[in-house]
């Protein structure tokens, strides 16, 4: 590991949920040189997965260490002078259909951490946590398991993001857009050890340590160091709707509904009355051919395809969607049109723990990814973790839980119908076929 002063160069490639956090805890633990570099020329990059709608915050996992975690979280959320107004308490009603251990699991450590959960056993709990003109859907009908964690709900993304920039702008870290960085710069041959980055613009920034915390697009930017066999590029397809204020003043105080056995859910309306929905899946790879490394996925965006074009969903995902809809507040879905779609590109670990720390054989080179779907409700602290990995302070159980070098490499290439444990289900990626996307009438009610 390499030994970083307090004025050493650190450039953080990425200004996302792990780039910005980790800067703003290395600023606060007295770091003084931090450059955090980014490809979009404005901030936040609009095709993060970082910048979104609203992301739900919940501490709900059979692994303590991330309730634990997520409980630190939710109490910075609460700090409005560092945070903002960006997190809203509406609680998360959790349900988990035929073998629900992993909701169940998830019930009892919320318990023993002392979380406020409300057990919804039965059909008549369930519908009672919500207004008497809400209409419920066959999903809250079935012999599942369910419960409500009041300490829980949803924060605003793209807000919490832009917070998180003017937090490490204020104790004095240095944020650039526009800086594609291309390839890393080694002191010599032998060594191999980074001492910086190149970008496509042909600027150099050295350091003493650079942290890689690029998302989705780490597989196809650094594949020599992070091949997708321990990071695979994922686009989740996201649909919103949007209600007449008196419908929004029906919904306005459900909590977010997360169903875990499926992966489907969907927030209450934001300020702008507009509900977001997705289904937390395996998701669709776009492979792209590369002449050294084989084929890899990588992200299509408003930002590489255009606003338009680069919005697209699979028809098939806007199906799936519609029903998972139909299941839950059916006569929203059977009326209202998606208005909006969007793929947000994951970076996905086979086993959803996350990947922070250093490359094997190059000490400088530092990793900090791997979000799977759920990092961003960690922003305010997820930084500290990779903080105490450079520090190497990091207790040696997470080192070995987030080690880069922990997953097996047979052949660094993904396979089709490559599988993803997701919150302790498995689930299969799909290619993403560009002559299968929506169409505005694909958006309808059925």
């Not at 792990?18 to 800067?23: E, I, M, Q, R, W």
């Not at 204020?245 to 309306?269: D, H, K, M, S």
């Amino acid at each position: 590991m390499v030994e970083v002063k307090p004025d050493s160069p650190i450039v953080i490639v990425g200004a996302g949920c792990f780039g910005l956090s980790t800067a703003y805890h290395l600023l606060k633990r007295g770091f003084t040189n931090v450059i955090v570099l980014d490809r979009a020329e404005t901030l936040p990059a609009k095709d993060a997965a970082s910048t979104d709608l609203n992301k739900i915050v919940r501490s709900s996992y059979p692994d303590d260490f991330y309730t634990s975690l997520a409980q630190n979280a939710v109490k910075a959320w609460k700090d409005k002078d560092e945070w903002g107004n960006n997190y809203h308490e509406t609680g998360v009603l959790i349900m988990g259909e035929r073998n629900a251990g992993y909701t169940k699991a998830s019930y009892a450590n919320d318990l023993a951490l002392g979380v406020r959960v409300v057990n919804l056993e039965g059909e008549e709990k369930r519908k009672a946590v919500f207004a008497s003109g809400v209409e419920l859907g066959t999903a809250f009908t079935r012999n599942c398991f369910a419960y409500l964690n009041r300490d829980g709900g949803w924060v605003h993304a793209e807000d919490g993001t832009r917070r998180a920039l003017e937090n490490v702008q204020a104790l004095g870290g240095t944020i650039i857009g526009g800086k594609l960085v291309k390839e890393l710069v080694r002191a010599n041959v032998e060594t191999g050890r980074t001492t910086g980055v190149r970008c496509t613009d042909g600027s150099v920034y050295s350091a003493e340590l650079v942290v890689l915390a690029t998302g989705s697009w780490t597989p196809s930017t650094f594949p020599e160091s992070v091949p997708q066999s321990q990071c695979l590029a994922t686009g989740q397809s996201i649909v919103t709707i949007r209600l007449s204020p008196e419908e929004a003043n029906l919904y306005r105080e459900v909590p977010v509904v997360y169903n875990q056995t499926t992966g489907f859910y969907i927030f209450p309306p934001n300020a702008e009355n507009i509900v977001k929905m997705a289904i937390h899946a395996g998701g669709h790879t776009r492979d792209i051919q590369t002449n050294q490394h084989g084929t890899i996925s990588t992200p299509r965006t408003t930002l590489t395809h255009g606003e338009t074009e680069g919005s697209r969903i699979p028809i098939e995902a806007v199906q799936e969607l519609r029903r998972s809809f139909q299941e839950i507040y059916p006569a929203l879905a059977n009326s209202k049109p998606f208005v909006t779609t969007r793929m947000c590109w994951y970076a996905d670990t086979q086993d959803d723990d996350w990947l922070i720390g250093s490359i094997p054989g190059d000490p400088s080179l530092f990793v900090a990814t791997g979000g799977s779907g759920h990092a961003y409700k960690f922003l305010p602290v997820i930084g500290s973790l990779v903080t105490d990995a450079i520090q190497g302070v990091l207790p040696e159980h997470l080192v070995k839980k987030f080690a880069v070098d922990r997953r097996q490499r047979p052949n660094d290439k993904v396979n089709p119908g490559f599988t993803l444990r997701i919150e302790r289900r498995t689930d299969t990626t799909r290619r993403l076929s560009e002559s299968s996307l929506s169409t505005d009438k694909d958006l309808l009610p059925l």
